[in-house]
Nanobody, 126 residues
Framework: QVQLVESGGGLVQTGGSLKLSCAAS????????MGWFRQAPGKEREFVAG????????YYSDSVKGRFFVSRDNAKNTVYLQMNSLKLEDTAVYYC???????????????????WGQGTQVTVSS
């Protein structure tokens, strides 16, 4: 079992930046692909960013590409999401997720991830 805890959310103005962290415990995540998802009020949870087990490949939804950057530090058992140029529509609860596997496939669907954090709120205001 992998336990995931997100942190770093908060209130930020449009154009600002936030860095989310996802700390894992229970197992080392070095053999896990990691993903970030978000859920805005009244909407379904959607994929935001993903990173392969080694960190060698990252991928993003079109809505955040060029503004958000995912990274990982396997030595610290932590994954990060750097969010820049934040927009009002980025307001959501952000979740990190883990999937065991050392392939290089892109994993963008919720069902592909077995472990989830409790989420952290990001609110972007004007």
């Amino acid at each position: 079992q992998v336990q995931l805890v997100e942190s770093g959310g908060g209130l930020v103005q449009t154009g600002g930046s936030l860095k989310l962290s996802c700390a894992a415990s229970g197992r080392t995540i070095s053999s896990y692909a990691m993903g970030w998802f978000r859920q805005a009020p009244g909407k379904e949870r959607e994929f935001v960013a993903g990173i392969t087990w080694s960190g060698g490949s990252t991928y993003y939804s079109d809505s955040v590409k060029g503004r958000f950057f995912v990274s990982r530090d396997n030595a610290k058992n932590t994954v990060y999401l750097q969010m820049n140029s934040l927009k009002l529509e980025d307001t959501a609860v952000y979740y990190c997720a883990a999937r065991f596997g050392s392939d290089s496939l892109r994993r963008v669907w919720e069902y592909e991830y077995a472990f989830w954090g409790q989420g952290t709120q990001v609110t972007v205001s004007s």
